[in-house]
């Protein structure tokens, strides 16, 4: 785990290496369907992958119409690979490329890490935009 990871943007990412990578941080609603994984991934704006050697150990991906919205759908990274800022690298490259986007977007557990992760990326709970208040609202399968 001494190797420097190798981050980079992609078009696609092989199913195997995605599942196991979902597993690893027990996404199991993503890999019950391997080739749905695979195709989200594949139809994604953007893809941005960290490897040590052949080994995927992370990845984000996100949507956009690359001028009013991004959304940042999935940031992962395995356990072992994890608080070694490869979260934070993949996340920035994304934060790069769509800069110039007016809003950025994420959905995320309610876990304190990961409000501590994004709030330290300059994202806002929009339950504490006050200025201009804000709600969001989700329809998804299970809720």
């Known amino acids: 785990m001494s190797e420097t990871p190798q981050i980079r943007t992609v078009e696609s990412v092989a199913t195997a290496d995605l599942v196991e990578l979902y597993e ?6 993503y890999t019950q369907d391997p080739a749905a994984l695979a195709t989200a991934v594949s139809n994604s704006t953007y893809v941005v992958e960290a490897r040590a050697g052949n080994e995927l150990i992370g990845l984000a991906r996100g949507l956009s119409d690359d001028s009013s919205i991004f959304y940042l759908q999935d940031i992962l990274v395995r356990p072992d690979w994890q608080r070694r800022g490869v979260g ?16 950025k977007v994420l959905l995320t557990d309610d876990q304190p890490a990961q409000h501590n992760f994004y709030r330290a990326s300059g994202f806002r709970d929009t339950r ?11 329809q998804m399968k299970g809720l």
């Open 24 to 29: 690893s941080v027990e996404w199991g609603a």
């Open 128 to 138: 504490d935009v006050t200025e201009e208040p804000l709600h969001t609202f989700v």
């Open 88 to 103: 934070r690298a993949l996340l920035d490259r994304c934060l790069e490329r769509f800069q110039h986007v007016r809003t």
